[in-house]
Antibody, heavy 119, light 106 residues
Framework: EVQLVESGGGLVQPGRSMKLSCAASGFTFSNYGMAWVRQAPTKGLEWVATISYDGSSTYYRDSVKGRFTISRDNAKSTLYLQMNSLRSEDTATYYC????????????WGQGVMVTVSS | DTVLTQSPALAVSPGERVSISCRASEGVNSYMHWYQQKPGQQPKLLIYKASNLASGVPARFSGSGSGTDFTLTIDPVEADDTATYFCQQSWNDPWTFGGGTKLELK
């Protein structure tokens, strides 16, 4: 059974940093691209970043470029999101997702971790 | 960015057929996917690449469309289908989601 378990969220002040982790199991992690998607309270879904299966390619939405870094450790089957210079508009539930092969659907989602940016 | 437009809400009776639409501001080939999100839960993939049923999803769900106009159909609707449904495209960068359609049962 595919499982994605996020951790590392919480309350953080504007301008500070936070690192999210996602522990993957139930599949060969090193064979899949992975992505982070966020959802602000009572809002819709927003793609944040994607990383290729081997970590060689990364993609970001414009609003987080230069502030967020997606990375992975295939030996540990773990995905990361380093978030720097956090802003109030980054407040959201962050989901770890697996990128499927055929058309790149987000075929499995973690339960999500809440990040609140507030003073 | 590719804007995906969905109707905000629909209300149907159990046993009926419902179609949820998603219109893209530019072509996305067939790279459109549909997700179901129930309150307090993570989204779940229902349909990928416009018309392919994801693993474990009941055959009551189906998808159609290409280019800019896509439809998710549920037939027949069951009480458990109360949820918000999102479309998402992965053809153009950045990947974008529709605003979601909240399905309520009468």
């Amino acid at each position: 059974e595919v499982q994605l378990v996020e951790s590392g969220g919480g309350l953080v002040q504007p301008g500070r940093s936070m690192k999210l982790s996602c522990a993957a199991s139930g599949f060969t992690f090193s064979n899949y691209g992975m992505a982070w998607v966020r959802q602000a309270p009572t809002k819709g879904l927003e793609w944040v970043a994607t990383i290729s299966y081997d970590g060689s390619s990364t993609y970001y939405r414009d609003s987080v470029k230069g502030r967020f870094t997606i990375s992975r450790d295939n030996a540990k089957s773990t995905l990361y999101l380093q978030m720097n210079s956090l802003r109030s508009e980054d407040t959201a539930t962050y989901y770890c997702t697996r990128v499927g092969y055929d058309g790149y659907p987000l075929d499995y989602w973690g339960q999500g971790v809440m990040v609140t940016v507030s003073s | 960015d590719t804007v995906l437009t969905q109707s905000p809400a629909l209300a149907v009776s159990p046993g009926e057929r419902v179609s949820i639409s998603c219109r893209a501001s530019e072509g996305v080939n067939s790279y459109m996917h549909w997700y179901q999100q129930k309150p307090g839960q993570q989204p779940k993939l229902l349909i990928y690449k416009a018309s392919n049923l994801a693993s474990g999803v009941p055959a009551r769900f189906s998808g159609s469309g290409s280019g800019t106009d896509f439809t998710l159909t549920i037939d027949p609707v069951e009480a458990d289908d109360t949820a918000t449904y999102f479309c998402q495209q992965s053809w153009n960068d950045p990947w974008t989601f529709g605003g979601g359609t909240k399905l309520e049962l009468k």
